[in-house]
């Protein structure tokens, strides 16, 4: 395996594809496709974006990474994935040749959040943008502005943590305050 961890960006062409192992071994396999975006003029004078040396990159990820992956991401999401090349050799048992196949065994995955807004969810409590509705059990919750969950709508328990409303000029100030506080101790 690679010493050095490489950066990709790009779509996924499919979704997540699980395997399932002995014990409790789980591998998702991703593929991307990534590409180098230039804007040139058209015949008609227009300034276009065009896609080009198009990269197709498999990915393998393990574990905890791999879980979360497959129930997260689907095809077509701009994703970024961290992790080092590896290069696996076998003999093809039909035809007797020498195959190899180079992916990138993941570390890192992760939605690129220059196209998509998150919401994200753990098993201790929701983070989410104003506006996403996000499933818990059977029932979906209601975000409000302040980002916390209306009691009237959790229906089954799902362990919810429910953050008090705070201002966000009160955040403000009380941050003013302590940078103020650790210049002058400065």
Not at 38 to 47: I, M, Q, V, Y
Not at 83 to 88: H, K, V
Request: hydrophobic content about 35%; proline content about 2%.
């Amino acid at each position: 395996m690679s010493q050095y961890t490489i950066t990709i960006t790009g779509n996924l062409t499919d979704d997540p594809f699980v395997t399932k192992f002995s014990g409790d071994k789980v591998n998702t396999r991703l593929r991307i496709a990534s590409s180098r975006r230039s804007r040139f003029t058209n015949a008609n004078g227009e300034l276009e974006w065009r896609d080009s040396d198009t990269v197709y990159m498999n990915i393998e990820i393990w574990g905890q990474l791999a879980i979360n992956a497959s129930k997260s991401l689907k095809k077509g999401m701009p994703v970024i994935a961290l992790g080092s090349l590896c290069t696996d050799t076998w003999t093809d048992n039909e035809t007797q040749k020498q195959r190899e196949r180079t992916y990138l065994r993941g570390l890192q995955v992760g939605i690129d959040m220059n196209r998509h807004i998150l919401a994200s969810q753990r098993m201790d409590a929701m983070h989410t943008p104003e506006g996403i509705v996000l499933n818990a059990g059977s029932e979906a919750l209601h975000i409000n502005k302040d980002y916390t969950v209306d009691n009237d709508d959790v229906i089954d328990e799902t362990d919810v943590e429910v953050v008090p409303a705070e201002s966000a000029d009160n955040a403000r100030e009380d941050e003013a305050v302590k940078e103020e506080d650790m210049v002058a101790n400065f």
